[in-house]
């Protein structure tokens, strides 16, 4: 059984399929993974539930040879289908405490949040880790509103659980958001759109170092 509270987040993968430009997603996220992602999240808003329970079982295979927590965007039905390791949820997706009952207290729940009111909300019903954002801007998610890193930097202080900043990340900035004091940094197209995920995975990683990690 995996312990959650020993997860590392520091460099935390949200797929996104229409950002590869014909590469393997699969592929794409064996070669993040041996580049150094500690998490991966597997987000499909436009696939049918039978094609996205195919992938995600897939993809499981990969995340699971190399010890890596696997987890579901918004669908809970999916991450139970496949056994996931666990479920990321939006505002305007099941209420976490629903989510918790179907899931059990085992598995992982992150919850997006974008300010302080929000982040004490989903810690006090439980959420494993929040992932904050977007911090820079991101053409992923064209509905996120920003947040300013001193606002994550308050919600880091406040916060007894991991935050993971997301929204926009790149190696040019990962520093920046790394010396907030946050668990981590999710990045969508830093990895899954370059030619190279292997190598730009371990540019994100080398640009890490710099900070306080």
Same mark, same amino acid.
């Given at each position: ?8 987040y520091s460099l935390y993968l949200v797929t996104d399929r229409p950002l590869l430009g014909g590469k393997d997603l699969v592929a794409t996220v ?59 949820? =939006?505002?305007?997706?099941?209420? *976490?405490? /629903?989510?918790?009952? @179907?899931?059990?207290?085992? !598995?992982?729940?992150?919850? +997006? $949040? ?9 810690? =006090?019903?439980?959420?494993?880790? *929040?992932? /904050?954002?977007?911090? @820079?801007?991101?053409?992923? !998610?064209?509905?996120?509103? +920003? $947040? ?23 190696a040019t900035n990962i520093k920046k958001v790394m010396d907030t004091g946050v668990d981590g940094a999710a990045v969508v197209s830093a990895i ?22």
């Open positions: 059984m995996r312990i959650k509270e020993n997860i590392d064996e070669q993040a993974i041996l580049g150094g992602v500690t998490v991966v999240q597997i987000r499909e808003k436009d696939l049918s539930t039978l094609a996205f329970y195919e992938l995600a079982l897939e993809v499981k295979k990969i995340t699971g040879k190399y010890n890596i927590p696997f987890i579901i965007n918004d669908r809970l039905d999916i991450a139970l289908a496949v056994d996931a390791d666990g479920l990321h949820i =939006g505002q305007q997706d099941l209420p *976490l405490t /629903v989510a918790r009952k @179907f899931l059990g207290p085992e !598995k992982i729940i992150g919850v +997006s $949040v974008r300010n302080k009111e929000q982040a004490l909300v989903a810690e =006090g019903a439980g959420a494993d880790y *929040l992932g /904050v954002g977007a911090i @820079f801007p991101t053409a992923t !998610k064209g509905d996120a509103d +920003s $947040v300013s890193l001193e606002e994550l930097q308050q919600i880091k202080c406040q916060a007894a659980i991991p935050i993971i900043a997301i929204g926009g990340i790149q899954v759109a370059c030619a190279n995920p292997y190598q730009a995975t371990m540019d994100l990683r080398h640009c890490q170092k710099n900070s306080y990690i």
